[in-house]
């Protein structure tokens, strides 16, 4: 499995943004075989979907959700996925997790997730 490290998380108001970074240290050489994805869970409900990206960086997709709002990228030299939010709404408080899958093997690791809270 994967080790990784995700950062960027706080409190914003209405219609703000963030930039949450997901990191796999000493993977810079393998980064490129994994599938990465971003995933949010707000208290109460279960965990979702809410962007993935191919192992070189194509083909983004996005929950109906964030569409237009939420930009997911990749910079595989230095082993990072960034998830970029703009408009946030109240709606998008939850616990964001870095998601990570080993093409070759289908093998998952989990971050241990950033808050992101938006609220006046």
């Known amino acids: 499995q994967v080790h990784l490290v995700e950062s960027g998380g706080g409190l914003v108001q209405p219609g703000g943004s963030l930039r949450l970074s997901c990191t796999a240290p000493g993977f810079t050489f393998n980064f490129r075989n994994f599938v990465m994805a971003w995933f949010r869970q707000a208290p109460g409900k279960e965990r979702e979907l809410v962007a993935t990206i191919t192992s070189t960086g194509g083909s983004p997709n996005y929950a109906d959700s964030v569409k237009g709002r939420f930009t997911i990228s990749r910079d595989n030299a230095k082993s990072t996925v960034y998830l970029q939010m703009n408009s946030l709404k109240p709606e998008d408080t939850g616990v964001y997790y870095c998601?990570?899958?080993?093409?070759?093997?289908?093998?998952?690791?989990w971050g241990q997730g950033t808050q992101v809270t938006v609220s006046s």
């Open positions: 998601n990570a899958r080993e093409r070759a093997t289908s093998v998952v690791s």
